[in-house]
């Protein structure tokens, strides 16, 4: 995945702001199942994934439970971690091997002042991702898991990859009853 392509989807930025951007981005690769971030501690760094896929975890009385997978192209943060500043009970990990652009908050907030397309260019990606967040609640208020399942197919191939335990979690269902969509629908 090339990043500045991937940003001119979403907004144009200058060839000053571009190489600006590329002195501040990290590409660093994953096993599967490493830990990208560790539960509490503070999310400081907004990652595209290239390749791979990753989720956004925390556990629950004991139990794991993921709130987020993102894929190739996709934006993955713990937004309420990176803006206020405090630790938060959510974790990232990598689900197979994965490679992650990280682009570090506070080099990239400096930014805003100098390339206000940058600026903007980030706030149009944090409203999409606030809008994905809105119709997964809108999903889990209002969608049968069937439903639930039938749209995360719709929205990657890597599904066969990932254990049937986060996806069930991720659903709000158990694992049990996943097997039995699953069945329905082949």
């Not at 001119?8 to 690769?29: C, F, G, P, V």
């Not at 599967?32 to 560790?38: A, G, P």
């Not at 974790?91 to 570090?104: K, R, V």
């Amino acid at each position: 995945m090339d990043l500045f392509s991937f940003f001119e989807s979403t907004y144009k930025i200058t060839e000053q702001s571009k190489k600006a951007l590329n002195e501040i981005i990290h590409i660093k690769d994953y096993g599967k199942n490493d830990l990208i971030q560790e539960v509490g501690s503070r999310c400081r760094t907004f990652y595209f994934v290239t390749k791979g896929s990753a989720r956004i975890f925390y556990y629950k009385d004991g139990i794991d439970i993921t709130e987020h997978f993102a894929f190739e192209k996709d934006l993955i943060v713990r937004a309420e971690s990176l803006f206020t500043g405090k630790p938060t009970s959510k974790g990232i990990q990598s689900l197979d091997t994965t490679s992650i652009i990280g682009i570090d908050s506070h080099s990239l907030f400096k930014l805003y002042d100098k390339h206000r397309d940058i600026e903007r260019l980030f706030r149009l990606l944090i409203e999409q991702e606030y809008v994905n967040t809105v119709k997964r609640i809108e999903s889990l208020q209002f969608k049968s898991a069937t439903e639930r399942y039938l749209e995360l197919l719709e929205t990657t191939d890597y599904i066969q990859k990932i254990p049937l335990k986060y996806i069930s979690s991720y659903l709000g269902i158990t694992q049990v009853s996943l097997s039995r969509i699953r069945s329905e629908i082949r």
